[in-house]
C-alpha cells in the first residue's frame, strides 16, 4: 500500500513538472504583432546576429555579433565555426540613417578566438575614456572577459586585459562599474553538455551572479533560473538580473562591499534576455522570447521563425518590493520581422532591436 503511495506521489510529481515545463514554453501563446513606429533593418551587418546591443550617454551603440553557442541545444551549423566570426559594430543613434561600422580590434589577444556575447560600457568621465567590456566565449569552452578601450579618431578597439576566474565558468552578460570591475551573470552552474540539458530540463536554479574587482572573482546572488541580462541603475545603487526560464527580473540593492541583497522581484512571463538602461529615465528595456518555444525551433534551424518583443519597466523613484512598476509592451513579433529578438537599446524616441542570428531593425517609438 504504501509502495503504491509512494510511486503515485513520484509519479504526480513528474506529470506536474512536465505539464509545467509544456507551459513555460509557451505553446499556448498565440504572438499578435504591433511596433512602436516605423521600423526598417540596419545596414553595415553581417546577418550574423546582434546578441547584445549597449549604447553610451552621447548615443553611440556598441553591438556584438558571432556568439559562439554552447552546445547543450540544437545549433543551425550555419551558425557555428567556422561560419561565424566575433565581431563588434558601432551604430551611431544620431545619424541613425548611416551603416553600422564593424570596429578593428587590435591588441594582444587570441583574436581568431573571440566570439562576444554579453557586453557592457564603461564611460570615465575623469579621463575622458570609453571601455567596452565583452564576455567572450573562447573556443576552449573557458569563457573570459576581455575590456578594451575605444579609439574614436580610428574606430577600433585596443585590448587591454582578459579576466579568467573560478567563478567566471558559464557567462552570459556583464555590467562595467568600474574601470576594471564588473557584476556578470552565470546561466547556468554546469558547463558540460549533459549538465546543462539536466538543468534546462529541470528548471534547478542554479544560476549566479558574480563580481570582480582587483583581480578577485566572488559569486554575489544566486537562486536564479538560467539568469541572463545583468544592467545597472544610473545612479548605481541597484543592480538589475534577468531570468530566461523564470521570466522576472530580479531587483538587488548594491552594498558599499559590492555585495548585493535582493529587494524585489517583477514576473514577466515571458522568456527574458538583455537589460538595457535608459541612462537619461532609468527605464529598462528587455529584449524577450515571448514563446520559448519559438527560440529554440530558430536554434536549431535558422529559416524557423522566432517570437521577439520588447517590454520597458519603469519602477519609479524608489524600488521596494511593494512598489508599483509601469510595464508596457512597445513591440512584437512572430518572426516575420525580427527573428528571436535578444536585446532592445533605446535613445532618445529611437530602438535598436538585435537579435539572436538574423537581422537588426532600427525603429522610430513614436508610441509606447
Same mark, same amino acid.
Given at each position: 500500500?504504501?509502495?503504491?503511495?509512494?510511486?503515485?506521489?513520484?509519479?504526480?510529481?513528474?506529470?506536474?513538472?512536465?505539464?509545467?515545463?509544456?507551459?513555460?514554453?509557451?505553446?499556448?501563446?498565440?504572438?499578435?504583432?504591433?511596433?512602436?513606429?516605423?521600423?526598417?533593418?540596419?545596414?553595415?551587418?553581417?546577418?550574423?546576429?546582434?546578441?547584445?546591443?549597449?549604447?553610451?550617454?552621447?548615443?553611440?551603440?556598441?553591438?556584438?555579433?558571432?556568439?559562439?553557442? +554552447?552546445?547543450?541545444?540544437?545549433?543551425?551549423?550555419?551558425?557555428?565555426?567556422?561560419?561565424?566570426?566575433?565581431?563588434?559594430?558601432?551604430?551611431?543613434?544620431?545619424?541613425?540613417?548611416?551603416?553600422?561600422?564593424?570596429?578593428?580590434?587590435?591588441?594582444?589577444?587570441? $583574436?581568431?578566438?573571440?566570439?562576444?556575447?554579453?557586453?557592457?560600457?564603461?564611460?570615465?568621465?575623469?579621463?575622458?575614456?570609453? +571601455?567596452?567590456?565583452?564576455?567572450?566565449?573562447?573556443?576552449?569552452?573557458? @569563457? $573570459?572577459?576581455?575590456?578594451?578601450?575605444?579609439?574614436?579618431?580610428? $574606430?577600433?578597439?585596443?585590448?587591454? /586585459?582578459?579576466?579568467?576566474?573560478?567563478?567566471?565558468?558559464?557567462?552570459?552578460?556583464?555590467?562595467?562599474?568600474?574601470?576594471?570591475?564588473?557584476?556578470?551573470?552565470?546561466?547556468?552552474?554546469?558547463?558540460? /553538455?549533459?549538465?546543462?540539458?539536466?538543468?534546462?530540463?529541470?528548471?534547478?536554479?542554479?544560476?549566479?551572479?558574480?563580481?570582480?574587482?582587483?583581480?578577485? @572573482?566572488?559569486?554575489?546572488?544566486?537562486?536564479?533560473?538560467?539568469?541572463?541580462?545583468?544592467?545597472?541603475?544610473?545612479?548605481?545603487?541597484?543592480?538589475?538580473?534577468?531570468?530566461?526560464?523564470?521570466?522576472?527580473?530580479?531587483?538587488?540593492?548594491? /552594498?558599499?562591499?559590492?555585495?548585493?541583497?535582493?529587494?524585489?522581484?517583477?514576473?514577466?512571463?515571458?522568456?527574458?534576455?538583455?537589460?538595457?538602461? @535608459?541612462?537619461?529615465?532609468?527605464?529598462?528595456?528587455?529584449?524577450?522570447?515571448?514563446?520559448?518555444?519559438?527560440?529554440?525551433?530558430?536554434?536549431?534551424?535558422?529559416?524557423?521563425?522566432?517570437?521577439?518583443?520588447?517590454?520597458?519597466?519603469?519602477?519609479?523613484?524608489?524600488?521596494?518590493?511593494?512598489?508599483?512598476?509601469?510595464?508596457?509592451?512597445?513591440?512584437?513579433?512572430?518572426?516575420?520581422?525580427?527573428?528571436?529578438?535578444?536585446?532592445?537599446?533605446?535613445?532618445?524616441? /529611437?530602438?535598436?532591436?538585435?537579435?539572436?542570428?538574423?537581422?537588426?531593425?532600427?525603429?522610430?517609438?513614436?508610441?509606447?
Amino acid at each position: 500500500m504504501i509502495r503504491k503511495i509512494v510511486i503515485g506521489v513520484v509519479l504526480a510529481v513528474i506529470v506536474n513538472h512536465v505539464a509545467l515545463l509544456i507551459y513555460s514554453m509557451g505553446f499556448h501563446k498565440t504572438i499578435y504583432k504591433h511596433q512602436p513606429g516605423p521600423c526598417r533593418y540596419v545596414t553595415g551587418l553581417a546577418d550574423m546576429g546582434s546578441e547584445d546591443i549597449t549604447v553610451t550617454s552621447t548615443g553611440l551603440a556598441f553591438i556584438s555579433s558571432g556568439e559562439l553557442m +554552447r552546445q547543450d541545444m540544437s545549433i543551425d551549423p550555419a551558425r557555428l565555426p567556422p561560419h561565424i566570426k566575433g565581431r563588434i559594430y558601432l551604430f551611431d543613434f544620431n545619424n541613425p540613417e548611416k551603416d553600422a561600422v564593424e570596429l578593428d580590434l587590435n591588441g594582444d589577444f587570441e $583574436r581568431k578566438h573571440f566570439y562576444p556575447h554579453g557586453i557592457s560600457i564603461y564611460e570615465d568621465s575623469d579621463l575622458g575614456e570609453l +571601455r567596452i567590456f565583452a564576455v567572450n566565449h573562447h573556443i576552449s569552452g573557458k @569563457d $573570459r572577459i576581455e575590456i578594451f578601450k575605444y579609439d574614436e579618431k580610428k $574606430r577600433s578597439l585596443n585590448h587591454l /586585459k582578459t579576466v579568467m576566474g573560478k567563478t567566471i565558468y558559464s557567462v552570459n552578460d556583464v555590467v562595467a562599474v568600474g574601470p576594471e570591475s564588473f557584476y556578470y551573470t552565470n546561466d547556468k552552474y554546469f558547463v558540460n /553538455k549533459w549538465g546543462r540539458v539536466f538543468e534546462a530540463m529541470t528548471r534547478v536554479a542554479w544560476g549566479t551572479v558574480g563580481f570582480y574587482d582587483n583581480g578577485k @572573482d566572488s559569486i554575489v546572488a544566486t537562486g536564479l533560473c538560467f539568469a541572463n541580462g545583468i544592467n545597472i541603475s544610473p545612479d548605481m545603487r541597484h543592480v538589475y538580473v534577468s531570468t530566461t526560464f523564470g521570466g522576472e527580473v530580479f531587483v538587488y540593492e548594491r /552594498k558599499g562591499d559590492n555585495s548585493l541583497k535582493e529587494i524585489k522581484q517583477i514576473k514577466l512571463y515571458s522568456g527574458l534576455d538583455n537589460i538595457e538602461v @535608459d541612462m537619461h529615465t532609468g527605464d529598462l528595456w528587455l529584449g524577450c522570447h515571448p514563446v520559448l518555444h519559438t527560440l529554440t525551433e530558430h536554434m536549431s534551424n535558422i529559416s524557423n521563425p522566432g517570437g521577439s518583443q520588447v517590454l520597458r519597466l519603469r519602477l519609479g523613484e524608489t524600488v521596494t518590493q511593494s512598489s508599483n512598476v509601469d510595464i508596457t509592451e512597445v513591440f512584437v513579433d512572430d518572426g516575420s520581422i525580427i527573428n528571436s529578438q535578444t536585446v532592445a537599446s533605446y535613445y532618445e524616441g /529611437k530602438l535598436l532591436i538585435g537579435t539572436l542570428f538574423g537581422k537588426t531593425a532600427f525603429c522610430e517609438v513614436k508610441h509606447a
